[in-house]
Structure formats: C-alpha cells, structure tokens
C-alpha cells in the first residue's frame, strides 16, 4: 500500500485529493493546523477515528512554519509521496502579511524537501509542488505555458516563485523526484468563501434568499481561466506517477471576466443583471426575476456595488493558461468548463441559503459573514 502524505489537507483541493487517493487504496497522511474551532469540514465526510483498526486516513497536527514537527511527520509517515497544498493562499491577503506568507510559502517547501533529504528518503520520496499561475503576474505572453517568463505581482506569488525554483532545484541538485504543477484557478463548492468564485455564488445566493442585501467587489475586470478542482487533483497525482519528473501548466485554455462569472451566477438564480456605471461607481441592477428561486429580489434592485477596499496594491489582470503539454504527454484535459462549473456551485450555495432562510424565517439565528 502506497502512503502520502498531504500538506493542506483541510483546503479545497487536500480535501479532493484525499478522496481520489483513498479511492486508489492509498494510506492517506495529512497534516492539519492547531485551530481553536474545528478546520476539517472538508474532510469529515472521510474522517476516521483513531480508536479503529488499520486505519488509512490519519491527520497529524503540524504546521509548514516549524520544522522539527515536518520533519518528524515525515520520519514517522516515511511517505512514498509528498503533496505539499498547503499554504497561505491568498492573494490578498498576502499584502497584509507578506512576511508570513513568505515563511510558510516559500520556507515551508524548502522545509519539506529538506526534511525528505535529510531522512535520507530522497531516491523514495516524490514531491509535488502546488505552483500557481500567479508566477505569471504581469504576463509576458499569452497564454502563458511552461516555458513563458515569470512576473509575480504579489507577496504570495513571490513566495511562490521561490518555491518553484527550489522545487526544481533539489530535482536537478540531488536527483529528487520533485515537481511543480502550475494550476491557474481552480473551483469548487468546496472553494474557500473569500475567493472571487464563491464570494459571488454564495453572495447572490445569500441575495436570493433575503439574507443580505448588497455584494460589494473590487475588479470585476479581471479575466481568469477556472477549472473545476476535482478535475485538478487528477493531474496532481498524475504528475508524480511518471519516469521522470517535470513541470506542467494545467488549465481549461479559455478565460472570462469576474463580470461574466456574476452574470452567469444571476441567471442560475432566475435573475437578469444589467451593469450600469463606470469604474467605482459601476452597479448591478435586476432587469427582471423568473423562477422561484429569488423570492427577495426584484426588478430595479441594485445587488453589487464596487468598494475599492477589495482593489489590490498590484493586480494580476489576465490570466489564460496552455496545457498543451500536460495533454500530450499525460492524455490530461480539464472535463469541467467554467459554465459548468459556476452552475454547480451557485446551486451548491442556494441550497444552503435556503436551508439558512429557513432557519431565520422559523425563528433561528443565523450568522452569515460576507466579508472577504
Ligand atoms: P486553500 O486555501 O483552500 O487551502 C490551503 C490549505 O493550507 C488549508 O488546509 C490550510 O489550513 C493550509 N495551511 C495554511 N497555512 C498553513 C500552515 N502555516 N501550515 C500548514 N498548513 C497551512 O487552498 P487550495 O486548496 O485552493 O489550494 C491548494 C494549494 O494550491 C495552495 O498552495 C495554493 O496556493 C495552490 N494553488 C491554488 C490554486 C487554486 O485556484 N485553488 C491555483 C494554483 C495554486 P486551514 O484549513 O487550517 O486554513
Ligand atoms: P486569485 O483568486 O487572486 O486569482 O488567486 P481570487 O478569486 O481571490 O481573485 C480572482 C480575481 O478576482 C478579482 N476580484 C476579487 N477577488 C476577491 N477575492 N474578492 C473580491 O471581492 C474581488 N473582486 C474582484 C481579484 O482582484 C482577482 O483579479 C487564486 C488563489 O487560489 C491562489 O492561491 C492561486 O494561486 C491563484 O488563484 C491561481
């Protein structure tokens, strides 16, 4: 029986991977933070109690910032390959701490491949890097592939850039099998809710049912390519099963703006939104509702407003990726388009704003932040 161990196994895509490798008869090795609520969410539905036999799902506490605790993790798990997802991610965020990022980022893969070095386990041992598309930043060319420069524009990104590198280093310096998967946005209803994607399906939802109001957003110019995380994961744990390990770009090759993203989002709720405005002052406005699932919206309404607070020091504008060679050579293609996607997750966050709705209308409480 193969064993890994993920880093980030409480986020989106740790919470993925983890069913696709349990499903593959892996023992699956994770490592959550010390959190003063419950942070495994995602991953109760596969959670195992240490009190039963031969378990193959098993968390450890641990964090990418100290490396006593990875490295006697990884001493313990002796994992025959390691998915390092975690991270501060961001981007946002990243400018508020850059210096934190930066450690658990950047340090924290550095960490990682030194521990796997260090235990000796560098011919046993495979490496998966989570890169980003935010390597890209202030893109050189378009679409951006494997071999296009790179221009982070954030703390994040930069953190990730030397994540990249060092990732490629010890495959070239020691002969490790290690490798980076440059992954451009990907989604999911289990997409953390202060990502553009979730804020709006949840946001609109939420509108939907009555529960709030108003969504307030920053650049909604932004042009991303978005694929579906389970499609994403796939290609994580193809990654590491080849001869040798390289560098691949993945993503759907087809990019819209965080605009289109509302719209669709709207229509999925019954509602037609027409933008009125220009720059900070743009709006959203109902043109008209059909269907049952937005009673609290009506025509003329305004759902979305601009607050420059969600605007960033540096903005990464466009983003379209080539994964050209990650087809090629590995058959890979995202099965999941950006449409499809946005409906999945906009019926995913009506269900629970329905759900929530209810609690409210029969006289429960209930806690909606919108922040993020
Ligand atoms: P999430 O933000 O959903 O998950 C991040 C995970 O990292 C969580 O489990 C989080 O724990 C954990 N984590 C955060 N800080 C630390 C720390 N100091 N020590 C240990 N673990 C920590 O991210 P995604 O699942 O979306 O992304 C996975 C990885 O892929 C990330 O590295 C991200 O930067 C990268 N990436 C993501 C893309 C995307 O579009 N989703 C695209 C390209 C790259 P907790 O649950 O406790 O917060
Ligand atoms: P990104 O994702 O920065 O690409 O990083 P995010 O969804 O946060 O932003 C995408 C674009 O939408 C614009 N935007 C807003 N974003 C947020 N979060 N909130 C808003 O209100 C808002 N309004 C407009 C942003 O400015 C941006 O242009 C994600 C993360 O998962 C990274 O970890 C990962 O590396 C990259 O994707 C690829």
Redesign the pocket.
Known sequence: MKKALI?????????YLAELLLEKGYEVHG???R?SLF?TQ?VDHIYQSPHVEHRNFILHY?????SSNLTRIIQQVQPDEVY???????VAVSFESPE?TA???AM?TLRLLEAIRLLGLEKKTRFYQ?????LYGLVQETPQRETTPFYPRSP?AVA?LYAYWITVNYREAYGMYTCN???????SP???ET?VTRKITRGLANIAQGLDKCLYMGNIDALRD?GH?KD?VYMQWLMLQQEQPEDFVIATGLQYSVRQFIQWTAEELGIQLRFAGEGVDEVAIVESVSGEDAPAVKTGDILLRIDPKYFRPAEVETLLGDASKAHAKLGWKAQIDTRTLCKEMAHHDLKEAKRQAFLKQNGFDCAMSTEG
């Open positions: 880093t980030g196994i409480t986020g989106q895509d740790g919470s490592i959550k933070r959190s942070n995602r641990g964090d990418l910032s100290d390092n997802l975690g991270a501060q991610s961001h934190y450690d658990v980022d924290g989570a890169s980003t598309s935010e994040y990730k998967g440059i992954l451009f946005n990907h989604e289990r997409r953390g990502f978005w995380a994403y």
